[in-house]
C-alpha cells in the first residue's frame, strides 16, 4: 500500500491516517525486505543521517532507524504524524512540505528519501521536490518509486486518483537528469535500481562542492 502523496489533500491524508495505521507492520516488513535484499547494490550503513520526506505513518523511518541511521521523517498530515510519532516515539517528525520549502539548512543530512511521492506530483512540484531534497541532503538523493512495470489494478488507480503516475515512469528519470537550480544543475548523476516488481530507486547523486557552486552563483547574481 502506498503513502499518502506529498503535496496532495491533507485533509483527506487526515482523515485516513488510522486506516494506513493499519498497513503498518505490511510496509514496515516490506521495507526491512527491499533494504537487505539491496545492501549490496546501496548501503545505507555508510552514512549516518537521513531525512524520509513524506514520510506518512513512519513504516520506512523505523526500517532506516533499524539500519543505524539518525532518521528525521516530515509530512504534511497532522494525523500522520500523529500515528508515526505513537509507533516511533524516538524518531524526530516535523510537519512540513517538501515541495514548498524544507525548514531544514542546506547539506542537513547525508541521505534524503522520499517513497512513492514523487509519481503523484505535477512535474513542476516534482522539480521542487527534488531542488529542496538536494538542497538539504550531501550525498544522496533516492527517490523510491513505481518502475516502467505495469500493472491493470495500479494503473487503474492511479487514472481514479488523477496524478502524474504514467508520465513520471516514463520521464521521471529524464526529469531528475535535466533539473537544473542555481545555475548547476540538482544532481550529478542518476542511476536506477529495480528493488521490487513495480518498484524502483532512482538513486541522484548531489554535488558535495555545493557551497563552491552556492558562492560562484551568488558572484554571477552580483556581476550582472
Known sequence: MKKPKEGGNQGLFNRIAGVYGWFYGYQLTRYRRILNEQREAFSFKEYDSILDVGCGTGALCQ?????????????????????????????????????????????????????????????????????????????????????????LPTSFVEYLEGGD????????????????????????????????????????KTHENKEVFAGLAQRYEEWF
Open 165 to 204: 503516475y504514467f508520465h513520471f515512469i516514463q520521464h521521471g528519470r529524464k526529469e531528475m537528469e535535466e533539473c537544473v537550480t542555481e545555475l548547476n544543475r540538482c544532481f550529478q548523476q542518476v542511476r536506477v535500481i529495480n528493488v521490487d516488481k513495480r518498484a524502483a530507486w532512482y538513486l541522484c
Open 63 to 151: 526500517a532506516l532507524r533499524e539500519e543505524g541511521l539518525a532518521v528525521v521523517g516530515v509530512d504534511e498530515a497532522e494525523q500522520m504524524l500523529a500515528v508515526a510519532r505513537k509507533k516511533n516515539p524516538d524518531i524526530e517528525f516535523v510537519q512540513s512540505s517538501g515541495t514548498k520549502g524544507l525548514p531544514f539548512p542546506d547539506h542537513s543530512f547525508d541521505v534524503s528519501i522520499a517513497s512513492y511521492v514523487a509519481h503523484g506530483l505535477s512535474p513542476q512540484d516534482r522539480k521542487s521536490l527534488y531542488e529542496e531534497m538536494s538542497r538539504v541532503t550531501r550525498h544522496w538523493v533516492i527517490l523510491f518509486d513505481y518502475n516502467q512495470n505495469r500493472s
